[in-house]
T-cell receptor, first 117, second 114 residues
Framework: DTAVSQTPKYLVTQMGNDKSIKCEQN?????MYWYKQDSKKFLKIMFS???????INETVPNRFSPKSPDKAHLNLHINSLELGDSAVYFC????????????????FGPGTRLLVL | GNSVTQMEGPVTLSEEAFLTINCTYT??????LFWYVQYPGEGLQLLLK?????DKGSNKGFEATYRKETTSFHLEKGSVQVSDSAVYFC?????????????FGDGTTLTVKP
């Protein structure tokens, strides 16, 4: 069973189009994330949701809008795609450990490779 | 704020060579420290972690010790294999307050040649 899944795995589209990426986790975690990884492998957090509420919103253009219909799903919609949006987008999830003072392990999906032409 | 600095890559080694990837951090509290590995075409996955000072995390022959005095968490492996070729990320996470957020280093690409 896949813990964190994303669809689609590959997405090739034209500039100016609107596209969505879906993410689902079956780990029962409370928190989900979207990351962007560029061609140099740098990983940048975009958004984080905890129990369907937005808790982290880094400096991401308004063209990116996350939606969490329930705590197992976090989707990412991108309007008016630009060349610079080409990257790999990773969904991840985590759970607050029961022991206080312990940080959270993140579980990543396989990634969505977006290419904007 | 928190930050993680890891050794710049790429790193190229021959099979059976000794590996060290340096990682240092700054944090306001007492973070847990992690190494994640990303194999080609895949997402990141946890390699090992340590939750308090002097803890040693280990997995698949890799080790890292949480050194509070030097704020470091260097990754080591005694004898690398071709299958260890991947991107390695050092990360920290502080205990959850009202937001779960990990801070990642820039990643170090390791290539192991037969």
């Amino acid at each position: 069973d896949t813990a964190v899944s994303q669809t689609p795995k590959y997405l090739v589209t034209q500039m100016g189009n609107d596209k969505s990426i879906k993410c689902e986790q079956n780990l029962g975690h409370d928190t989900m994330y979207w990351y962007k990884q560029d061609s140099k492998k740098f990983l940048k957090i975009m958004f984080s949701y905890n129990n369907k509420e937005l808790i982290i919103n880094e400096t991401v253009p308004n063209r990116f809008s996350p939606k969490s219909p329930d705590k197992a799903h976090l989707n990412l919609h991108i309007n008016s795609l630009e060349l610079g949006d080409s990257a790999v987008y990773f969904c991840a999830s985590s759970q607050v450990p029961p022991t206080s003072g312990v940080g959270e392990t993140q579980y990543f999906g396989p990634g969505t490779r977006l290419l904007v032409l | 704020g928190n930050s993680v600095t890891q050794m710049e890559g790429p790193v190229t080694l021959s099979e059976e060579a000794f590996l060290t990837i340096n990682c240092t951090y700054t944090a306001t509290g007492y973070p847990s420290l992690f190494w994640y590995v990303q194999y080609p075409g895949e997402g990141l996955q946890l390699l090992l972690k340590a939750t308090k000072a002097d803890d040693k995390g280990s997995n698949k022959g890799f080790e890292a010790t949480y050194r509070k005095e030097t704020t470091s968490f260097h990754l080591e492996k005694g004898s690398v294999q071709v299958s260890d070729s991947a991107v390695y990320f050092c990360a920290l996470s502080e205990s959850h307050t009202n937001a779960g957020k990990s801070t990642f280093g820039d990643g170090t690409t390791l290539t192991v040649k037969p």
